[in-house]
């Protein structure tokens, strides 16, 4: 089983359309939890990290699931800009900042 | 210069060569990392250094050397590759190498083909 699990879409939606992104891990001792964004052919960056609670940030909401080791980032109303790959990040307790990343979601808005 | 740095962007080269990769941080982090990423693959952590000590090879192939001089500078050292290293390799620093409070910055990565 792999440790960090996306479907790697694509999915194709149009502009103003929610789309939503599971994830799972497979390491119960997992500590941290992130969604990072990748543009095509550029590198990782950090879009949010996933707390406990849920957490918002503008259209994006992310949700974690401890019990069922399950991660889901939603996003509202769609724009052009949010076509990227979605990476699923997972930080297993102990050791150092050891990063374990699902292969992504390839997410492609259309007009 | 700011963030993190990386050279050459693309590097083609045949499997008895010998070739370094570049890294360079100017956010005055503490540890920087090496990652693969193969096409259609999750990135991969090769190496970890944290105040200049490697603290992390995942069962990286010795083809790979790496190396780092300071906080700021991170090589690989490529020899004898094979053609299935053809990959995107990204360079990444934190602050802290020992906590997932800090968040890794990447680098845009350098481009490898092995002919």
């Known amino acids: 089983r792999k440790e960090v699990e996306q479907d790697p879409g694509p999915f194709n939606v149009p502009e103003g359309a929610t789309v939503a992104f599971n994830c799972t891990y497979s390491?119960?001792?997992?500590?941290?939890f992130f969604w990072y964004r990748q543009d095509c052919r550029k590198e990782p960056k950090l879009l949010m990290s996933?707390?406990?609670s849920g957490n918002e940030d503008g259209r994006f909401t992310a949700q974690l699931n401890r019990a069922s080791q399950y991660i889901s980032l939603l996003i509202r109303d769609s724009k052009l800009s949010d076509s990227a790959t979605y990476l699923c990040?997972?930080?297993?307790?102990?050791?150092?900042?050891?990063?374990?990343f699902g292969a992504g979601t390839r997410l492609a808005v259309h007009p | 210069e700011t963030g993190v740095t990386q050279t050459p962007r693309h590097l083609v080269m045949g499997m008895t060569n010998k070739k370094s990769l570049k890294c360079e941080q100017h956010?005055?982090?503490?540890?920087m990392y090496w990652y693969k990423q193969s096409a259609k693959k999750p990135l991969e952590l090769m190496f970890v250094?944290?105040?200049?000590?490697?603290?992390e090879n995942n069962s990286v192939p010795s083809r790979f050397s790496p190396e780092c001089p300071n906080s700021s500078h991170l090589f690989l050292h490529l020899h004898t590759l094979q053609p299935e290293d053809s990959a995107l390799y990204l360079c990444?620093?934190?602050?802290?190498?020992?906590?997932?409070?800090?968040?890794?910055?990447f680098g845009p990565g350098t481009r490898l083909t092995v002919t």
């Open positions: 996933v707390y406990s």
């Open positions: 956010l005055g982090h503490n540890a």
């Open positions: 250094y944290n105040f200049k000590e490697q603290t």
């Open positions: 990444a620093s934190s602050q802290d190498g020992t906590s997932g409070a800090y968040e890794q910055y």
């Open positions: 390491n119960s001792a997992s500590q941290s």
């Open positions: 990040v997972v930080r297993f307790s102990g050791g150092y900042n050891k990063l374990i």
